[in-house]
């Protein structure tokens, strides 16, 4: 059981980019300076606060130690690159696969 909550934590600090990352449609975030949208400096700031209150709720939930906690974020870390290429790729093959379905998708026309 350990195990997978384990898994499912570490899941979640590998997705934590891809959360803070996503902006509603059209880029604006209410209450951000600069016409609405999120300054880059904003979305780091943003970045830093998620990854650092995720790993405290990580540290909590599975009762590691700080340097358990460290040792946890320098594994993700290691693989961030690898994982962003991995959703890259996802994304692009979604993409195009959508895309190939409604090419195809022709009505039947019957005379």
């Known amino acids: 059981m350990r195990f997978l909550m ?27 300076r600069g016409g609405g949208r999120m300054s880059a400096e904003d979305r780091a700031q943003l970045d830093r606060r998620f990854r650092e209150r995720l790993a405290a ?3 909590k939930r599975l009762g590691l130690s700080d340097d358990q906690t ?6 993700n870390q290691k693989y961030e690159s690898k994982r962003m290429d991995l959703v890259a790729s996802e994304r692009d093959t979604r993409i195009a696969l959508r895309g190939s379905s409604t090419i195809h998708r022709q009505p039947i026309r019957t005379t």
Not at 18 to 31: T, Y
Not at 70 to 75: E, K, Q
């Open 6 to 32: 384990l898994t499912g934590l570490v899941a979640a600090l590998a997705t934590a980019p891809q959360i803070v990352s996503a902006q509603p449609p059209g880029g604006r975030i209410p209450g951000t």
């Open 57 to 59: 709720i990580v540290q």
């Open 70 to 75: 460290r040792r946890l974020s320098d594994v």
